[in-house]
């Protein structure tokens, strides 16, 4: 699990020195859009944005839609359906997807925005952060690989492979039953294994 603090910053001025504290001593990327008549007429930046992106505060200021442009194409969508929906229902998100740095790597991103009201019910402002979750992808890939890799070996081999609970009920029985045994797996499962073991070998179980 990624722990995500959330900051409002709307309440600070841009020359407020405590924004400045916030921002500066975090390692997140803080980002805030604040909105007009329904508009996006500002956007902010954290310095922590070259960190993750390779793009400068300035640089996002130069060009409004880089932060589309910096979306890994086959994410765009996702991306903005989030940011709609977020629009549509004022109600604060989160998205994981992919970004191209400025050097043209790809990185995993946790993308959480939170939404701020005036009194009129109409979005003020929306205030996000983003985490670098890369290392995190790579490992949960990486899992699921060995996973399939593992479930292939079982689904592949003549060895035959069963997991039973503690009561000896059948779980699992791996495709190899129907040639040694005549089962299908699916035959075998909710049953006691017990069962299926010859009587002269039941003690030697216990």
């Not at 985490?131 to 081999?157: A, H, M, P, V």
């Amino acid at each position: 699990y990624i722990n995500v603090l959330l900051v409002d910053i709307s309440a600070f001025s841009e020359n407020d020195d405590r924004l400045g504290v916030i921002v500066n001593n975090i390692c997140e990327y803080i980002y805030s859009v604040k909105y007009s008549r329904g508009r996006a007429v500002s956007t902010y930046h954290s310095p922590k944005c070259y960190d993750i992106t390779g793009y400068t505060q300035y640089e996002y200021a130069a060009n409004p839609f880089l932060w589309l442009d910096m979306i890994y194409e086959a994410d765009k969508d996702n991306v903005l359906n989030f940011f709609e929906t977020i629009n549509k229902q004022k109600r604060s998100g989160r998205i994981e997807h992919r970004i191209v740095t400025k050097e043209g790597k790809v990185r995993w991103v946790l993308n959480t925005c939170s939404v701020t009201l005036n009194t009129r019910n109409n979005i003020a402002s929306l205030n996000g952060i983003i985490i670098d979750i890369t290392d995190e992808k790579i490992q949960e890939e990486s899992l699921i690989d060995s996973e399939k890799k593992f479930r292939s070996l079982i689904e592949n081999g003549s060895d035959i492979i069963m997991l039973l609970n503690l009561g000896n009920i059948i779980q699992y029985a791996s495709p190899s039953v129907i040639q040694s045994l005549g089962y299908y797996p699916e035959d075998l499962y909710g049953k006691n294994f017990i069962d299926f073991v010859h009587p002269e070998d039941k003690y030697t179980l216990f």
